[in-house]
């Protein structure tokens, strides 16, 4: 295995480079392009493996690990997720499908997102899977069905408190998702009446965070919360999902998440669960963590042009595949992810170059300026960190380009 270094980035591991090229899986991504054609998502399933293995050799026993299928619900991704992992966590009924299509086991299923349609909520309670309700309406509706068993809901709360410096906060004020913790109490309550199993709590406070100390605040406060909000459950907590948070380096300067003191954290609070709530499962739900850096975007090089003294190569990929690489999937100010030219790995002749896609706006950028190897028409960029929010969190459609490929090695 080698280490690729690009301009700024933490190290990139995990990739072999054979004769100055990338490969992914230990095969050349020329010629995997060759056979898939450009641009494409290529995925590394080992390197998922190897992610979920060490975490689990660094969390304490006992915290339960689950996968939130909507970083890449690729099938067969999601399959080769699904047995290393606890649970899933879906959120639409075609993930439900995608979910229950990879063997995943619907009592270890669990469905957020504040807009759930009657006929989704219909088919999870059908499915036995639990329902992580956001509001009365969902209560209601899935209360009044006719099911075998009464559905399985944990109650997602909207807590005081977010997760600071979060790349997006999800939790503390007013926002769409869960149920404000003040109006807990009381709906607890009523839930006793209703022909419903409450099974626990979800508490997601934010994503993309590389902050191992606020992350740890978040989840104490989380757990805290739960405790508090369980004195007026009318059944034990079985769940209680404390959302995840954790963050892989994207830009300059960042780092890899610190695991140390979050499995420290982490013990202290399972042991303080064991003791008030003995039959809860503490639980993380991950996306980005598990899949982000298994995943490499390549494109090729059309065309080179000199604008005004600046080098633009421009690639068959760009913002309509891959959003995020080019900085508008939320990002406030836009960044260079970690980019290299694909097939010449270590090059001694470089140049400042942006990369930009075939669109026709300026927000098609996936390199501002980066120091890249000299390129030219037929050479491959690749996209490291893309394994997450990249071919489904794109906008697909827009200019009416062919789609990209995605292959799972
Ligand atoms: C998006 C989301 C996740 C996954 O977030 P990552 O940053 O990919 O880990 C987990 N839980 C909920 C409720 C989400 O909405």
């Given at each position: 295995m080698s280490t690729i270094q690009t301009?700024?980035?933490?190290?990139?591991?995990?990739?072999?480079?054979?004769?100055?090229?990338?490969?992914?899986?230990?095969?050349?991504?020329?010629?995997?392009?060759?056979?898939?054609?450009?641009?494409?998502?290529?995925?590394?399933t080992s390197l998922i493996k190897k992610r979920i293995t060490g975490l689990r050799a660094v969390l304490p026993e006992g915290i339960h690990l689950h996968y939130a299928i909507k970083a890449n619900p690729h099938p067969e991704i999601v399959a080769a997720t699904a047995p290393l992992v606890d649970g899933l966590d879906i959120a639409s009924a075609n993930e439900l499908q995608v979910a229950l299509g990879a063997g995943g086991d619907p009592e270890h299923i669990s469905f957020a997102g504040p807009g759930k349609r009657e006929q989704e909520l219909a088919a999870a309670a059908h499915a036995?899977?639990?329902?992580?309700?956001?509001?009365?309406?969902?209560?209601?509706?899935?209360?009044?069905?006719?099911?075998?068993?009464?559905?399985?809901?944990?109650i997602r709360v909207n807590p005081p408190f977010q997760l600071k410096t979060s790349g997006m906060k999800m939790g503390g004020g007013p926002q769409q998702f869960g149920i404000d913790s003040e109006q807990v109490p009381g709906l607890l309550r009523q839930l006793a009446s209703l022909q419903l199993e409450?099974?626990?709590?979800?508490?997601?406070?934010?994503?993309?965070?590389?902050?191992?100390?606020?992350?740890?605040?978040?989840?104490?406060?989380?757990?805290?919360?739960?405790?508090?909000?369980?004195?007026h459950a009318p059944a034990p907590v079985q769940l209680l999902n404390i959302g995840g948070g954790f963050g892989i380096?994207?830009?300059?300067?960042?780092?890899?998440?610190?695991?140390?003191?979050?499995?420290?954290?982490?013990?202290?609070?399972?042991?303080?669960?064991?003791?008030?709530?003995?039959?809860?499962?503490?639980t993380l739900e991950l996306g980005r963590y598990l899949v982000g850096e298994a995943g490499v975007y390549v494109c090729t090089v059309l065309d080179r042009k000199e604008s005004r003294g600046q080098v633009y190569l421009v690639t068959d990929g760009g913002l309509h595949h891959h959003l995020a690489a080019s900085g508008n999937f939320?990002?406030?100010?836009?960044?260079n992810y970690p980019v290299v030219i694909a097939n010449r790995i270590g090059a001694t002749e470089t140049e400042t170059a942006s990369v930009v896609g075939p669109l026709c706006t300026p927000l098609d950028l996936l390199a501002d300026r980066m120091q890249l190897a000299s390129a030219g028409p037929g050479d491959l960029v690749a996209v490291f960190q893309s394994g997450a929010y990249g071919y489904t969190a794109s906008p697909r459609g827009f200019l009416s380009h062919p789609e990209p490929a995605e292959l799972v090695l």
């Open positions: 301009d700024q980035h933490a190290p990139i591991t995990g990739f072999e480079v054979e004769d100055g090229v990338l490969c992914v899986a230990g095969q050349r991504v020329d010629q995997l392009l060759q056979s898939a054609g450009s641009p494409a998502y290529l995925y590394d036995g899977i639990i329902v992580n309700v956001e509001s009365v309406r969902e209560i209601h509706y899935l209360s009044q069905l006719q099911t075998q068993q009464p559905p399985r809901v944990a409450f099974v626990g709590f979800h508490i997601f406070s934010g994503s993309q965070n590389l902050r191992a100390e606020a992350i740890c605040e978040a989840q104490q406060l989380a757990v805290q919360l739960a405790i508090d909000l369980a004195r380096p994207y830009f300059p300067g960042e780092q890899p998440l610190e695991l140390a003191s979050i499995a420290a954290n982490l013990e202290q609070l399972r042991d303080r669960a064991r003791a008030v709530l003995p039959q809860a499962r503490l939320g990002q406030v100010i836009r960044k």
